[in-house]
């Protein structure tokens, strides 16, 4: 554990470095990676060589990111996360809460995406069944990156019209213009011609479909369709970007760099009665959230794609055991260089640039069986994440299981033995499509 220094407490290998104590000391060392991650060591041998993480099924607590076009990168999970449970009913069931004051999770450093900077924020709330019988136990989430019309121009002088080829769709780039890209509803999501699809999530919050691109048209007849210029827009312009949040919040922009704890982009309402209007806040849209739609700048090639909301379905029934939670997660990505570590040159601390999380997701992590799935991954007609399916010349790692506690020796407060998994996917992410699955192990 580190002692002194900006980080008191954190669980370290060195004194230096991004995963040292940025001058305070390490005491206590403990293994990074090896087959005992997280456990008090002196030197390295006593770590083991082999990764638990590595192994099939995984072992420790662990997170894996799948994409398509990158093999599955595995990173061990350090830290703490406390299961406060209360007592069982008359059923055996009893609540559940994970304390966000309670959760501290280390830095990951995730291959080809960044350091990964995890933190919750809110109380998760959840229950465990001692008998058994309740519903709803796992989890399948679904993505499709391209539910559009299929065989027509997304953006340029000719949206809307038909085509077989880019070359039919002028405009400032034709580069995948004409989208040839959705596999259709049989393999995959339902088609969403208008881009306005709506989800509930399991806790009540809506997940909605996004029209990919930064800027749209902001009048004349491709008025609310993606561009990348004003030669896109007949008679119109094509808006431009601003930055959605931070001390610049509202303020024109260039790219993310003007934009501190915020993003540089083009607005809308999603959902509610202001639905497709321009924003900058979800305040400016009753009934509906204000985002960008392009996770990544670099993907205009995309602009005109519609990407659907995540489609979250539960099943199966609760063993002797069986516990299920749903934890608000923020996930905050920074540079693997260590460009955005600030002053302290540790990453995940009140300096970073940005030094504000996003806004957390709840995750479901439960006991169950998590299955991840994304269609036409990467906007590549009928390519799959998902068991079953090759990603990058291996099976696709996109499913974990959960292991049940014991509720006799819960009362005693050993919960040694369990195991809760979750994940989520996501597109157009610095390392492209992915799906993220995740296990925490309880010592």
């Not at 060392?29 to 456990?39: A, E, F, Q, S, V």
């Not at 069982?88 to 291959?111: E, Q």
């Not at 709506?198 to 996004?210: E, G, R």
């Amino acid at each position: 554990m580190c002692v002194g220094g900006p980080v008191p407490g954190r669980r370290c290998q060195f004194d230096g470095g991004a995963f040292g104590c940025g001058g305070g000391t390490c005491q206590t060392k403990i293994c990074y990676g090896g087959t005992t991650p997280g456990m008090a060591c002196a030197f390295d041998f006593a770590c083991g060589s082999t990764d638990g993480c590595t192994q099939s099924p995984p072992q420790g607590s662990c997170a894996i990111v799948q994409g398509d076009v990158i093999p599955a990168t595995r990173v061990s999970l350090l830290g703490s996360l406390l299961i406060d449970i209360g007592t069982p009913d008359g059923n055996g069931v009893a609540t559940v809460t994970v304390p966000a004051a309670n959760t501290l999770l280390d830095p990951a450093l995730v291959s080809g995406i960044g350091y990964a900077c995890v933190s919750q924020g809110a109380n998760g709330t959840g229950i465990i069944d001692c008998d058994g019988g309740s519903t709803n136990v796992n989890a399948l989430l679904e993505l499709d990156h391209n539910t559009g019309t299929s065989g027509v121009c997304m953006r340029g002088t000719n949206a809307g019209g038909a085509c077989t080829m880019d070359s039919q769709c002028p405009g400032v780039s034709n580069t995948s213009a004409c989208n040839l890209f959705n596999s259709g509803a049989a393999n995959g999501m339902p088609n969403d011609p208008s881009c306005t699809a709506t989800i509930v999530q399991p806790d009540s919050s809506l997940s909605v479909a996004c029209p990919e691109g930064e800027r749209v048209c902001v009048s004349g007849v491709n008025q609310g369709i993606p561009c990348l210029g004003d030669p896109d827009c007949p008679l119109s312009t094509c808006s431009p970007t601003v930055c959605g949040g931070g001390p610049n919040v509202g303020l024109p922009c260039a790219d993310d760099s003007g934009c501190p704890q915020g993003r540089c982009a083009s607005f809308q309402c999603r959902g509610g009665t202001n639905n497709g209007l321009f924003c900058t806040l979800d305040t400016d849209c009753p009934s509906g959230v204000c985002i960008p739609c392009s996770g990544n700048d670099t993907q205009t090639n995309h602009a005109g794609v519609c990407s659907s909301p995540t489609k979250f379905t539960q099943s199966g029934t609760f063993g002797v055991g069986a516990l299920q939670v749903a934890v608000p997660l923020a996930i905050q990505i920074l540079a693997a260089d260590g460009t955005q570590n600030g002053p302290d040159a540790l990453p995940c601390t009140t300096d970073d640039t940005p030094n504000a999380p996003p806004a957390p997701v709840v995750v479901v992590l439960s006991t169950g069986t998590t299955t991840i799935k994304i269609y036409d991954a990467n906007n590549i007609n009928n390519n799959k994440i998902a068991p079953g399916e090759i990603c990058s010349g291996s099976p696709c790692v996109a499913e974990l299981t959960g292991t049940p506690f014991s509720c006799s020796t819960l009362a005693t407060s050993v919960t040694a033995g369990g195991k809760i998994s979750g994940g989520f996917p996501a597109v157009d992410t610095l390392a492209s499509d992915i799906a993220t699955t995740f296990q925490f192990v309880s010592q």
